[in-house]
Structure formats: C-alpha cells, structure tokens
C-alpha cells in the first residue's frame, strides 16, 4: 500500500524557514516524480515544486521560485521541501504527492494527509 | 501560465442526478488533464488522467472528456458519497495550473 507522511510543519515567523519531509513507502521511490501541492484554508489547491525521479531537476510555481527548494534522498525514501523567507501568503496545507507518468505528461495519484504550515508573528 | 477556468463554480444536485462539470483551458493542452475530487478535511483524490483515463479504483459513473482547451467531467448518476468538490489541472506545461473548484452539494 502506497504511503506519504509528511512532517515538519507548524508555526512560523514571517521571514523565517521550515523544512518540510514526506517518508514515502509501498512503491520503489526511486522510479518516480514527485511534488508539493498546496491548499490555504478553505481556498483551492496551488501546485508548488516538483522532482524528477533522480532528484536532478526541479520545477517551481513563480510564487515560491527562490525560496523554495524542493529535494529528494532516495536511500532514505524521503522528499523534502525548504521553505524560506516565508510570508503570511505561504500559509497553507502541504500535501506531498506520487507522480503519475502517462503519455508525457504527470499526475498526481497518491497524496499525503497534508501538512499545515502558518506563518504568523 | 495557462490558465484554467471552472464552470460552475458550485452546483446543487439530488442523488441520481447526471452531473456534468466543464473545464476550460487558456490555451490547448492536447489532453494532458486530470480532474481530482476532494472531501472536507481530506486530500484530493485522482480520478481521471489524461483526459478520459478512469484512474484505478474509480467508479465508472465517472468519466471525462475533451481535448485541446475544453474538458467535461460528468457522474452518470450522483451517488451520496459524490458530494465533494472537483478540480481540474493541466499537467502540459509548468506551471502546472489547476482549476478554482466545482463544489457539488445536496439539493
């Protein structure tokens, strides 16, 4: 059974950091894509960054490019995502997610319970 | 970014009702959309990838259509456990761009 658990959210000052993981298990990790998507309170979901199975590329939304920094240790099954310089507008639920590959293009099929980060003096 | 427009943004509907959800793509996307059903308090779920690919596990009251810019999510007959509300996202090009959200709700 495919399982994502994410840890290290919680409360933040406004230009502080957060390093977000996600412990992936019940599939070979390493074979595939993988994202961030998040979702403020009671608002839509926002894609945020994604890998490539290898960890060699990345790919951010414009509103975190720069601060945001998406990684991936396939020894350990874990995705990460860096957050810094952190505003009140990056408050939100991450969900850490398994990338879907068909026919050159990605989706995402399996997601975490999410992750709640507030940024807030 | 391509930008993805919903229609509508709610409904209201009875079980066994035919419900039909509309997706709109700023420019064409060849098929590369999903659609996501979400419950409150809960992650999204993947229903439907590429456009018209029922995802494992799905109900085939489900399906979608569409290619290009305009996509079509329809449930052939609302069930209880339907009332959520639905995304679609455009998985073509980075930024990958999902739709503001179609809540469906009991009538």
């Known amino acids: 059974e495919v399982q994502l658990v994410e840890s290290g959210g919680g409360l933040v000052q406004p230009g502080g950091s957060l390093r977000l993981s996600c412990a992936a298990s019940g599939f070979t990790f390493s074979n595939y894509a993988m994202s961030w998507v998040r979702q403020a309170p009671g608002k839509g979901l926002e894609w945020v960054s994604a890998t490539g199975a290898s960890g060699t590329s990345a790919y ?4 975190v490019k720069g601060r945001f ?12 995502l860096q957050m810094n310089s952190l505003g009140a507008e990056d408050t939100a639920f991450y969900y850490c997610t398994k990338d879907l590959y068909s026919s050159g293009a990605y989706y995402f099929d399996y997601w975490g319970q999410g992750a709640l980060v507030t940024v807030s003096s | 970014a391509i930008q993805m427009t919903q229609s509508p943004s709610s409904l209201s509907a009875s079980v066994g ?12 996307i060849r098929n590369d959309l999903g659609w996501y059903q979400q419950k409150p308090g809960k992650a999204p779920k993947l229903l439907i990838y590429a ?17 290009g810019t305009d996509f079509t999510l329809t449930i052939s007959s609302l069930q209880p456990e339907d009332f959520a509300t639905y995304y679609c996202q455009q998985n ?16």
């Open chain 1, 69 to 80: 920094t998406i990684s991936r240790d396939n020894s350990k099954n874990t995705l990460f």
């Open chain 2, 51 to 67: 456009a018209s690919t029922l995802q494992s596990g799905v109900p085939s009251r489900f399906s979608g259509s569409g290619s």
């Open chain 2, 17 to 28: 009702d035919r419900v039909t959800i509309t997706c709109r793509a700023s420019q064409a």
């Open chain 1, 60 to 63: 951010y939304a414009d509103s």
């Open chain 2, 92 to 107: 073509y090009v980075y930024p990958r761009t999902f739709g503001h959200g179609t809540k469906v709700d009991i009538k």
